[in-house]
T-cell receptor
C-alpha cells in the first residue's frame, strides 16, 4: 500500500535556525508527494509538491523539500525558522485508485514549535 | 484563502441525529474530496466525487453518504450519529483527475456529538 511516515511527533527549533521535518514514503512506481501545513482551527494549506524533475522543490513561505529516491525520503526544510512557522505539518502521497479515482494519504503529522 | 467554502463552521448535535455538511469547491474545480480528522484516527479519506459522479470511496461508514450536485457543490450527510463521530470534517477540491494537482482544503466543519 502507498503510504508516508512522519517519524517525529514534534520538532522544536530556535528562531533563526534551520528546520527539518522528516517524511519517508513507501510507493510502488513514481511517487507524487506533497507537504501541507495546518494552523489551529484551520484547514490544510498546500506548501509544495514533488512530481518529477529536480530533487529540490521550492514552495510557499520559504519552505523547500528534498526528494531522495535512494532513501525514500521527502524532508521539508527551511533555512531560517520563524515563530510564525509553528504549526502542524503533514506529508502526503497521491494514491491512484481503481475506477479512476484518487486520494491523498497523509502521514500522522509533525508539530513544529519555533521558540524565541 | 483556499477558495473552498464549508458550512457550517461548528455543529453541535445529539446522538442519533442526522446532519448535513456543505462544501463549495474552488471556482472551476471538478473534484471534491471529503476527509475526517480526529485525534485518534488522524486524517482519513472518506469519499471523492468528480463532476457529479462518485469516483473513490475510503473509510466511509454506511451511516454516512455524500453527493455532488450539478453546480459542483457537495454535501456530506451523517446519520444515526454516535459520540465517536465527533471530529473535524474537511472538504477539498482539485482541478480535475490530474494526479499532480494539489488538493485545496476548506476550513472544515467541527462536529460535536453529545
Amino acid at each position: 500500500a502507498q503510504s508516508v511516515a512522519q517519524p517525529e511527533d514534534q520538532v522544536n527549533v530556535a528562531e533563526g535556525n534551520p528546520l527539518t521535518v522528516k517524511c519517508t514514503y513507501s510507493v510502488s512506481g513514481n511517487p507524487y508527494l506533497f507537504w501541507y501545513v495546518q494552523y489551529p482551527n484551520r484547514g490544510l494549506q498546500f506548501l509544495l509538491k514533488y512530481i518529477t524533475g529536480d530533487n529540490l522543490v521550492k514552495g510557499s513561505y520559504g519552505f523547500e523539500a528534498e526528494f531522495n529516491k535512494s532513501q525514500t525520503s521527502f524532508h521539508l526544510k527551511k533555512p531560517s525558522a520563524l515563530v510564525s512557522d509553528s504549526a502542524l505539518y503533514f506529508c502526503a502521497v497521491r494514491v491512484i485508485l481503481t475506477g479512476g479515482g484518487n486520494k491523498l494519504t497523509f502521514g500522522t503529522g509533525t508539530q513544529l514549535k519555533v521558540e524565541l | 484563502d483556499s477558495g473552498v467554502t464549508q458550512t457550517p463552521k461548528h455543529l453541535i448535535t445529539a446522538t442519533g441525529q442526522r446532519v448535513t455538511l456543505r462544501c463549495s469547491p474552488r471556482s472551476g474545480d471538478l473534484s471534491v474530496y471529503w476527509y475526517q480528522q480526529s485525534l485518534d484516527q488522524g486524517l482519513q479519506f472518506l469519499i471523492q466525487y468528480y463532476n457529479g459522479e462518485e469516483r473513490a470511496k475510503g473509510n466511509i461508514l454506511e451511516r454516512f453518504s455524500a453527493q455532488q450536485f450539478p453546480d459542483l457543490h457537495s454535501e456530506l450527510n451523517l446519520s444515526s450519529l454516535e459520540l465517536g463521530d465527533s471530529a473535524l470534517y474537511f472538504c477539498a477540491s482539485s482541478g480535475g483527475l490530474g494526479y499532480n494537482s494539489p488538493l485545496h482544503f476548506g476550513n472544515g466543519t467541527r462536529l460535536t456529538v453529545t
